[in-house]
């Protein structure tokens, strides 16, 4: 009916308003890494006018977060489609996983605006965020399973940075 396809929609809407944001805060966080190297990836939110009230940032930021820049923000939505593709709702278990999605994604921007190593960090830290919601998962299924003592916690990805 027309109410449970209202609840449906808003729901959705609101999820991806919580994607969105989540994915300006990781970026946020990359561009906060690299703030002495690479400035034009974002500004301190301390500089900046306020934010939106309703903006997750504005909740979160004491002055020391970055807002990511525009481009960069572009960047990480070309990172997450790229990631979504590669991985789709796990992890891909083949070797050099960082270093694929990383290649994907330089393959659609301009690298010499946004270097591998920046890229490549945000594709890293985008997988450890997936990394840690799976073993929540497994967490809470072992414990709806009754497996209390039993550790099946997905285990150390790691991949060298090629630069």
Same mark, same amino acid.
């Given at each position: +009916?027309?109410?449970?396809?209202?609840?449906? %929609?808003?729901?959705? /809407?609101?999820?991806?308003? !919580?994607?969105?944001?989540?994915?300006?805060?990781?970026?946020?966080?990359?561009?906060?890494? $690299?703030?002495?190297? $690479?400035?034009? &990836?974002?500004? *301190? /939110?301390?500089?900046?006018?306020?934010?939106?009230?309703?903006?997750?940032?504005?909740?979160?930021?004491?002055?020391?977060?970055?807002? *990511?820049?525009?481009?960069?923000?572009?960047?990480?939505?070309?990172?997450?489609?790229? $990631?979504?593709? %590669?991985?789709?709702?796990? &992890?891909?278990? @083949? *070797?050099? !996983?960082?270093?694929?999605?990383? +290649?994907?994604?330089?393959?659609?921007?301009?690298?010499?605006?946004? *270097?591998?190593?920046? !890229?490549?960090?945000?594709?890293? /830290?985008?997988?450890?965020?997936? &990394?840690?919601?799976?073993?929540?998962?497994?967490?809470?299924?072992?414990?709806?399973?009754?497996?209390? @003592?039993?550790? /099946?916690?997905?285990?150390?990805?790691c991949n060298k940075i090629l630069l």
């Open positions: +009916d027309k109410w449970k396809l209202l609840k449906e %929609f808003e729901k959705d /809407t609101a999820c991806q308003k !919580i994607e969105s944001e989540a994915l300006i805060y990781v970026a946020g966080y990359v561009a906060h890494r $690299f703030r002495c190297s $690479f400035r034009h &990836l974002g500004q *301190p /939110t301390a500089t900046m006018q306020p934010l939106d009230e309703h903006h997750w940032l504005s909740y979160l930021s004491r002055g020391n977060c970055i807002y *990511p820049s525009e481009d960069f923000q572009a960047v990480a939505k070309i990172m997450e489609e790229e $990631f979504l593709k %590669f991985h789709g709702n796990s &992890l891909s278990k @083949g *070797p050099a !996983i960082f270093n694929k999605v990383t +290649d994907r994604v330089i393959l659609r921007i301009n690298e010499t605006v946004f *270097p591998r190593v920046v !890229i490549h960090c945000l594709v890293k /830290t985008r997988t450890y965020i997936r &990394l840690r919601n799976m073993n929540i998962k497994i967490k809470e299924q072992n414990i709806l399973r009754g497996k209390k @003592g039993k550790n /099946t916690k997905l285990k150390h990805i």
